[in-house]
């Protein structure tokens, strides 16, 4: 069987193998390390010492005390917590109301917003998380602008309310892309559609919700997609804030995996830890995917 | 042809990639912001000798532990390296470092450094690094914060209930942090040895290292002993039982920078800390004034627990170190480096003005040093100390502890915490390897 489009091509097996070298390699190069974190999550590879360099394979061992030692399975739910209210409901409902109100207005309002949820986004994640901590200590800004002022004593948020004001950051510092997302989605719903929909009687409710709604439900799912998996794997913001603390409230998986991996010094715990990651968002993906097919 | 063409353009490529390879690197050096003092006018007197530039790499000191591990292990690391004192040895034992001892011996003011220092920064016998300073730890306190609680100067507690009791008087004066007694993962280091070993050490009899997290002569790690449950206890009764002090401080965004700022707002009551605390209190390389410091604050020695038989003083003594790369392209370079860093003008004036405790005999027994008070009342508090037990895998134990005492800010009770350590020790070394005191 020739490829008649290309008999040369194919007539000379070396020239093909070069054709396919840089493919190989790139596919190469994306499995390499997810096969290196898959193989070391059976050893006891450490970071430094002797088993840095002798370690040796122990079967299932790492796998299993992610659910008989504390820390797992108390950052998962820390993590499921986390990515559901910053990133599914703040970033996305958010994302889109302010998209949706934006929408078609042209004034000044709307380039300020934007220019607002933007510079969240633009923001270095570490002077980000100074920022943030910072206004949100005991003495920072919002002790000062409202607590203190209606005569109530300061409250710490960020170390009594640690997940909370983590969240809240993430949403602030997230918002922009849905925002952005939904905002191009939504101009591609065609007018008429909606001003048809308009005569029919439909309330603006019933127009956002039986008629734009599932016409960039696609875009939605794509947006739950990226949003999901970036947020599963988050680490920054919530380490320079609180640095998984206090205690473990804000220890998210991937900050878990630092402190196994490097504080610790456990790769072959940290690797499993991280296989078990994958294997967490890659399940979401699907599910999302799924939600990506037009319904027959 | 086209074959030809290829293999031709490939070959020149590799060649010309090949070509382009630097001759020789620069020196590099990567050191923490907190030693600049130090270290600066070193590479400034390197560079100017030897016409070679340093590419200096300044960081901050949180997280600097885990960077240099990582660096190292990776082979990204500089070719000179600042370290802590404890991380030698298994870093040496991964080979990791360039051995000293060759180097060293052309050198002559290596006769000069206490050999009790230079075994910690040695593993089978070699010396893997030099060290910069050593220290003592005690518990520093605000004066203005005590005559505010009532509490007599000078401090002598004489157990931890003395020290819980001030704490209690602290809470209820008002002073935010009363007792900054250092855990949790974020501290690193600081929450095992200012927090756990000061405790550990005066928390049961000496006999046997039941005070201690290794008993040195068998060489296992114990997992679970009453010196253990009474220092995780004292950590229980000061952030949840009797809330003598909130978790803020030891999660900050920079803890340095936030416990510093606290002293200077005087919100601290207790701080347990070390000797560098003297030239650090607002910023490690522009040291206060004698009168200014001693108008702030003062400090007492860490008391025991009061347990019959316990030490009634305790400390526990650490330090920095400076070592070079083992894939240092030009290892008698990097060696260069540090001896201009080391040199007895330059590292003299430096723990001085920094009332560093001194690592050699030349600067510990000149004039200036004996007659600087903090320093002679501090070698008195080194005259019974101990290390940290720097064998491999100390590292792994100390990230132990400090996940210990972040359980223990989270309200997980003592003996929970102790079951969990036991079980973590287990796991990294084995059933034989742990052994439990009753």
Redesign the interface.
């Known amino acids: 069987m020739k490829n008649q489009a290309n008999p040369w091509l194919t007539s000379n097996l ?2 093909l193998g ?1 054709g396919m070298l840089p493919a190989i390699l790139l596919i190469g190069i994306l499995l390499y390390f997810t096969a290196w974190a898959f193989a070391f999550s059976f050893t006891d590879l ?5 088993k ?2 002798e370690w040796s394979w122990v079967g299932l ?1 790492n796998f299993e ?1 992610l659910f008989t ?2 820390g797992f399975l108390e950052s998962l739910w820390t993590t499921v917590i986390f990515v559901f209210f910053s990133a599914i409901v703040g970033q996305s409902v958010l994302g889109f109301l302010l998209a949706a109100a934006l929408r078609g207005s042209r004034s000044m309002l709307r380039s300020v917003v934007e220019v607002c949820i933007m510079l969240g986004w633009l923001l270095p994640d570490i002077v980000a ?2 920022l943030w ?1 910072a206004t949100t200590a ?1 003495t920072g800004l919002i002790n000062q602008l409202i607590i203190t002022p209606l005569g109530l004593p300061p409250v ?1 948020f ?2 009594d309310y ?1 997940l909370p004001v983590v969240t809240i950051a993430n949403i602030w510092k997230g918002t922009a892309w849905s925002y952005l997302l939904f905002s191009a989605a939504l101009d591609s719903v065609s007018r008429e559609v909606v001003e048809a929909a308009k005569v029919d009687g439909a309330t603006p409710l019933q127009r956002i919700w039986l008629v734009q709604l599932p016409i960039i439900r696609p875009h939605i799912a794509t947006n739950m997609l990226f949003i999901t998996i970036w947020t599963f794997t988050y680490f920054p913001l919530i380490f ?10 804000t220890e998210t998986l991937a900050v878990f995996l630092y ?1 196994q991996s ?5 790769l072959g715990f940290g690797s499993a830890i991280s296989v078990a990651m994958l294997a967490i968002v890659g399940f979401l993906s699907l599910f999302y995917l799924r939600l990506l097919r037009e319904p027959k | 042809m086209l074959k030809k063409v290829l293999l031709g353009s490939v070959a020149a490529l590799a060649m010309t990639s090949a070509l382009s390879a630097p001759a020789r690197a620069e020196v590099s050096f990567m050191y923490a912001e907190w030693i600049a003092a130090l270290v600066e006018p070193g590479i400034e007197a390197f560079e100017a000798e030897t016409g070679e530039t340093v590419n200096a790499i300044k960081l901050p000191g949180q997280g600097y532990d885990q960077r240099i591990a990582l660096d190292l292990s990776a082979g990204t690391a500089a070719d000179v390296n600042l370290m802590d004192s404890f991380m030698v040895s298994e870093l040496a034992s991964a080979g990791y470092l360039h051995p000293l001892d060759e180097l060293l011996a052309g050198w002559d003011q290596f006769q000069y450094y206490m050999p009790g220092l230079l075994e910690v920064a040695s593993y089978q016998g070699q010396v893997y690094a030099l060290p910069t300073d050593t220290d003592v730890r005690m518990l520093w306190y605000d004066l203005s914060n005590f005559e505010k609680a009532g509490i007599p100067t000078p401090w002598e507690p004489k157990t931890w209930d003395d020290v819980l009791d001030a704490a209690q008087k602290l809470k209820d004066a008002g002073v935010r942090y009363p007792f900054q007694l250092p855990a949790g993962t974020k501290q690193a280091e600081a929450a095992t040895m200012q927090g756990v070993y000061m405790a550990l050490l005066g928390a049961d009899v000496p006999e046997g290292d039941r005070n201690r997290l290794l008993n040195r002569e068998t060489g296992q790690w114990i997992g679970d002993s009453p010196a253990l449950r009474r220092t995780f206890d004292l950590f229980h009764q000061v952030y949840v039982e009797r809330e003598l002090n909130t978790a803020e401080l030891n999660y900050a965004t920079d803890i340095g920078a936030a416990v510093r700022a606290a002293l200077a707002a005087d919100e601290l009551g207790i701080l347990a800390s070390g000797s560098w605390e003297d030239a650090c209190l607002w910023d490690c390389n522009n040291p206060p004034s004698r009168e200014e410091r001693d108008a702030t604050v003062a400090w007492t020695p860490w008391p025991g627990s009061g347990v019959e038989g316990a030490k009634t003083t305790t400390n526990i003594s650490g330090g920095w170190t400076i070592g070079i790369n083992a894939n240092a392209a030009d290892k008698d370079m990097a060696f260069k480096l540090i001896t201009s860093i080391f040199d007895e003008g330059n590292f003299k004036a430096w723990t001085l003005a920094n009332h560093r405790m001194a690592v050699r005999t030349d600067i510990s027994e000149s004039p200036e040093y004996t007659a600087d008070p903090f320093l002679a009342e501090a070698t008195k508090l080194a005259a019974d100390t101990t290390g940290r037990d720097t064998v491999p895998g100390y590292q792994t134990v100390s990230a132990l502890i400090q996940q210990a005492t972040a359980d223990i800010l989270d309200g997980v009770p003592p003996d929970e915490v102790v079951q969990e350590y036991h079980d973590a020790l287990v796991d990294e070394f084995g059933e034989e390897n742990v052994v439990t005191y009753e």
């Open positions: 070396w020239v070069l450490a970071l430094v010492g002797r840095s360099v061992e005390r030692r504390r998380a100074f901590s005991q710490n960020i170390n640690a320079a804030m609180t640095g998984g603390g206090p205690g473990r409230q402190n490097f504080a610790r010094g456990n």
